[in-house]
């Protein structure tokens, strides 16, 4: 074997296949840059949705529906929480940034550095339930009550009418709208304590909770399987109030908020059809349908953009 | 062996302790704990196989295999994720192995062992293997996207948006590039070893240049070792989530990569997504054991293969001396 | 005339490839550079940039700070509050709590497996140790995260009645798994690399096989072994999925290892998706990554030298 290779090598064989084996790379070899070159030129846009993870399963769902509408339209949608979508906006690398709270001062400074000027339209409602393990004996809180237990002021249960366990604090990564809209709203805008387990979806802490009979969690109501919602109050004084459709889009519920859509500048062609057309009847049924709560006709009617 | 040990009499003098030794006793008690370690290995090892096996098994048909995750992912397939990890690690592949056999051909046919540019290189290469992958992934954002693809864009796309200095691919595949390129200089630099010297002697006898009996001679001869080296690539390449969360990974897409600029769906981020951040935990179980147990699949048979290749490769060895 | 052009042509072709080859050859030492060239310019600003400097001084990530007027002094990683706090020492002590439970679960096993796989085992026992522990290596980390996830973690909080179910023990036994392949691996070849004449000068003085595994192999191959154990230390430090998934990512200063823990590594993979380019969280998170680098370099540098060291001893190359 050995030998026949060798013999095989003499130089006139050498010569033509090596000169066949030269065009073949360099046709690969042009063809390859060819190819790259082709790749930077030729590459079109798709229309890019990013941020929230509490709205990703909406934005996936519109982006199905209208593609399947809309062929020829290809939108492509991810998650990883608020900031990363308005982190995206700014850095412009994202179409539309989905996210479940406004942007900050900080960031809208930012933007106007960048020169990027945001736009910012409520797409659906969203509440933030606090979730209990269905084992859990308490079944109200007041926003004394949950600012204390998820500052570390408060670590039993017992000081909130349960059992004399130890509170069990679940929560999402800081990248998160819910985790800076609940901070916001309920803690004042206190740190949380540092023994909240930060998880990096809505699902994970709804899946601890499930499992933990001492645990406590936060997240959109759409996400709830396998645990049980607390009632709240705001004030004292106030009645105590589950999360539900109604409550939400009523304005009853404390801890509830908009979702948006931010943009940069004014949308224009396909972005403005496409947000159009989440704002129109068809859209907010499938939020609806998607366990979200949809905007009041006449906020949805009053968004579109013109 | 037999002619090295004249000399390690001298050097490992140190390593003979001076003790009596007792001639009782079997070492049972060694035997026995450093048998009861393996025992643990290969419990632990049962213990997940099993465990992913017995959730996985029902979910994996055909469906499951062709088709795209739908109701917000407690429902359809994998498909797009298996595409994209496939379509990952072909580019990886594509640019990965060529740099790699020449990395290890340089190393073994054009330099000395013992001069400073082996050296360097040599030492390059070890600890390229040891950087972490989250690191990679870093460097991914900082040096593809934002230095490279940024740069791209600002010369060629000033007006448009983004369109390479964005999360994409190629960049994802070119990290994990980096990432692999250890496993393969390592695999082809053992197969180079193996060649006889009588080989390259002949071809330079019969007037071939050092190119051609590179290119003709020794680089057919290494193909099992290259083979083996680009599987375990493959393989490790086809694993790692860290290195692609930020350079191209996406959470959903509707469609399936066709250009180099796309974001693409994968295996391993669409277990840890799925873990951690779908919508109904207890709803997606079954689908993720699937998911699992088609990446351990994929990444164990490719191993399995490279494994194959390798003893074949050094049984042949042996049978030649 | 043919013939000369052939000559000319095949020159510039060798000339042409060879260049390429070593071109390509420098492709690695390339990207080291490149690494941290790249991740140390995004940590540069931390020590020059003054706006950053504000909320991410050396003094405030390494130092007790006063956040709030009139409340104790803390440690603290809160990179998204109103008072912006980048302390590492919590992601510190969480990340070397993972990695010490990591190696306490991994050297008892790698060690021990390693050394009844070079000194004990029938050849049988060998092939099915070997493809097993292979196995184990080819296991991605996000598998191993998600069975932590999914399966460890409860059976631990069972057993042993733990209040987090997630904790710095949990992620610690899963990168112990990932790591038992490194140890075992470098330790099996350090003490199969010991010449066959150590072990017959052992048994002429009278040792029994085991004694000469204990008493000679085991001592001449520590080096190895303990390069395999620092090795595996590196990875367990910058792995990265497993604690993610396992850990609960609470940035906790406690020396329990039932408590959540954050580490450097999932830190950066939780957080760097939603920092602002240019922002100070941003540049902190790639500080962290130079911190990890080094530390890597460090240890495989090292490891490397022990490595190579032993091998040229064992091969009497000594000068």
């Known amino acids: 074997m050995l030998q026949a290779r060798l013999i095989s090598t003499d130089s006139r064989q050498t010569y033509n296949s090596n000169s066949k084996g030269y065009k073949m790379k360099k046709m690969l070899l042009t063809g390859m840059f060819l190819i790259a070159i082709a790749g930077i030129v030729v590459a079109g846009r798709n229309i890019t949705i990013k941020g929230s993870d509490t709205l990703v399963r909406l934005g996936q769902r519109w982006a199905e529906e209208y593609m399947k509408q809309n062929p020829g339209v290809v939108i492509q949608v991810s998650g990883g929480g608020s900031g990363t979508g308005i982190a995206a906006l700014l850095n412009g690398t994202t179409d539309i940034c989905e996210a479940s709270r406004d942007m900050k001062e900080k960031e809208y400074k930012l933007a106007e550095r960048k020169g990027i000027e945001p736009l910012r339209v409520s797409v659906a409602l969203d509440g933030i339930a606090v979730f209990l393990n269905k084992g859990n004996s308490v079944k109200e809180l007041s926003f004394a009550q949950l600012k ?125 059809t496409l947000v159009n057309w989440a704002l129109s009847e068809e859209g907010q049924e499938i939020a609806e349908a998607m366990d979200y709560i949809p905007l009041p006709k006449e906020r949805a009617k009053a968004g579109m953009i013109d | 062996m037999s002619c090295m040990a004249q000399q390690t009499y001298v050097s490992s003098r140190a390593a003979v302790p001076n003790l009596e030794f007792r001639p009782k006793g079997r070492g049972i008690v060694p035997r026995g704990l450093t048998f009861a370690a393996v025992l643990i290995i290969l419990l632990m090892l049962a213990i997940i196989m099993g465990n992913i096996l017995v959730g996985g098994m029902g979910t994996i048909s055909w469906e499951f295999l062709t088709h795209p995750p739908e109701q ?250 | 005339m043919e013939h000369l052009r052939f000559k000319s042509k095949s020159r510039w072709r060798e000339f042409a490839g060879e260049k390429l080859i070593s071109i390509s050859a420098f492709t690695a030492l390339l990207s080291i550079l490149l690494i941290f060239v790249f991740v140390f310019k995004e940590a540069i600003p931390i020590f020059v940039d003054d706006y950053i400097k504000e909320d991410a001084s050396l003094d405030k990530m390494l130092c007790q700070q006063e956040f709030y007027e009139g409340r104790e002094a803390k440690w603290s990683w809160q990179p998204n509050s109103e008072v912006p706090k980048f302390s ?81 023990m949990n992620a610690g036994i899963a990168l112990g798994l990932a790591i038992v392949p490194i140890i075992f691996t470098v330790a099996e070849d350090a003490m199969t690399s010991v010449p066959g004449s150590l072990r017959d000068a052992a048994i002429a003085l009278g040792a029994t096989p085991w004694q000469v595994s204990l008493t000679t192999v085991l001592p001449a191959a520590m080096p190895g072994i303990f390069a395999g154990i620092v090795l595996g230390f590196g990875r367990a430090v910058g792995e990265t999925m497993i604690v993610l998934m396992a850990s609960g990512n609470a940035a906790i200063i406690s020396i329990s290892v039932a408590d959540s823990v954050r580490t450097f590594s999932a830190t950066i993979a939780a957080e760097l998706g939603e920092v602002v380019f240019g922002d100070t969280h941003y540049h902190v998170l790639f500080l962290i990554g130079l911190l990890l680098f080094i530390f890597t370099f460090v240890v495989n540098l090292g490891g490397d030298i022990v490595l190579t060291r032993l091998k040229e001893r064992l091969q009497g190359r000594t000068t």
């Open chain 1, 148 to 272: 204390g237990i998820y500052t570390g002021a408060i670590t039993n249960w017992k000081e909130v009418g349960g059992t004399d366990t130890r509170i069990i604090l679940y929560g999402r990564e800081n990248n998160s709208g819910t985790y800076a809209f609940f901070k916001k709203q309920v803690l004042n805008k206190e740190d949380y304590s540092e023994y909240t387990q930060t998880l990096p979806g809505t699902a994970s802490v709804v899946n601890a909770v499930s499992k933990d009979k001492n645990g406590i969690g936060y997240g959109g109501i759409a996400w709830a399987t396998g645990v049980r919602f607390a009632a709240v109050r705001k004030a004292d004084a106030d009645s105590a109030i589950l999360p539900s459709v109604e409550s939400i889009s009523s304005g009853d519920y404390p801890i509830s908020r908009d979702l948006y859509w931010f943009f940069n500048g004014k949308p224009t062609g396909e972005l403005k």
């Open chain 2, 72 to 321: 917000g992912m407690k429902a359809g397939g994998v498909f797009p994720a298996i595409f994209g990890t496939v379509a990952l690690v072909i580019l990886m592949v594509i640019a990965v192995v060529p740099i790699g056999v020449f990395t290890a051909i340089y190393l073994q046919e054009y330099t000395s062992p013992t001069s400073w540019t082996t050296r360097l290189i040599r030492v390059a290469i070890n600890n390229l293997a040891g950087v972490p992958s989250i690191v990679f992934g870093l460097f991914g954002l900082g040096f593809f996207i934002a230095f490279v693809g940024g740069g791209i864009d600002t010369l060629f796309f000033p007006e448009e948006g983004p369109v390479w200095g964005q999360p994409a691919i190629i960049w994802a595949s070119l990290t994990l590039a980096l990432l692999t390129l250890p496993v393969v200089i390592v695999s082809t630099e053992e197969a180079l070893r193996t060649i006889p010297r009588e080989l390259r002697e002949g071809s330079y006898a019969l007037g071939g240049t050092r190119l051609q009996t590179i290119w003709r001679i020794i680089i057919p001869q290494a193909l099992p070792g290259i083979l083996t080296g680009s599987i375990l690539a493959v393989s490790r390449g086809a694993g790692e989530v860290a290195p692609i969360m930020f350079t191209g990974a996406a959470y959903y897409l509707p469609y399936l990569p066709g250009k180099l600029n796309d974001q693409f769906m994968e295996l391993g981020y669409h277990i840890y997504i799925m873990a951690t951040q779908s919508p109904d935990i207890e709803a997606t179980k079954p689908i993720l054991y699937g998911t699992v147990l088609v990446l351990l699949l994929l990444t164990f048979s490719l191993n399995s293969v490279a494994i194959l290749i390798r003893s074949r490769m050094r049984r042949s060895r042996v049978g030649a001396q």
């Open chain 3, 88 to 168: 590492l020492l919590p992601l510190f002590i969480g990340t070397l709590k993972a990695a010490l439970v990591a190696m306490l679960f991994a050297i008892p096993l790698g060690v021990g497996a390693a050394i009844y796989s070079s000194e004990f085992a029938s050849r049988r026992m060998g092939e099915i140790i070997k493809p097993a522990i292979e196995t184990f290596a080819a296991i991605p980390s996000v598998v191993l995260g998600f069975f932590a996830l999914m399966v460890l973690s409860s059976f631990l909080q069972q057993v042993m009645g733990l209040t987090f179910r997630l904790n710095a």
